[in-house]
């Protein structure tokens, strides 16, 4: 497992809502210095319920409210800045958090927060677990 995926996993049990990872195209839009708006265009590295982290190459400081705009839907959630990483490269990891909670936003099914592994819902057929013939099926 990557870092980043053992990151995310380890991190799961103590959060709002389920995180997963997927890059899905957004659309960063704030104010400027000039007040003017300024965009750039990005991808998520993982998403929740609550909001995402993305790569920013924009210099923002935590608190900072900002707009998301999904670029496959072109939906838009305001959001604030909730973490900036210290990294001192070109873009830096992001963690942007909806100012309302929006599962709907990612147009993914998020699982419920009491879903496990060991759940009778997960124990459905799987690519990798095919599912029970009926007994008629295994006479032939």
């Not at 879903?115 to 599912?131: C, M, N, V, Y």
């Amino acid at each position: 497992m990557d870092p980043l995926s053992l990151q995310v996993a380890e991190k799961n049990s103590q959060r709002r809502s389920q995180r997963v990872l997927l890059g899905i195209p957004v659309v960063v839009v704030m104010s400027g210095a000039d007040k003017k708006p300024v965009s750039e265009e990005t991808r998520t590295l993982v998403v929740n319920a609550h909001g995402a982290l993305i790569l920013l190459g924009l210099k923002v400081s935590i608190g900072q409210l900002l707009t998301l705009r999904n670029s496959i839907t072109k939906e838009e959630q305001a959001c604030r800045v909730a973490y900036v990483s210290p990294q001192s490269s070109d873009k830096k990891e992001t963690g942007i958090e909806f100012m309302k909670p929006a599962p709907m936003f990612w147009r993914v099914a998020f699982p419920p927060p009491d879903w496990t592994p060991r759940s009778e819902d997960a124990k459905g057929p799987t690519p990798l677990r095919p599912a029970a013939k009926p007994d008629a099926q295994q006479k032939k």
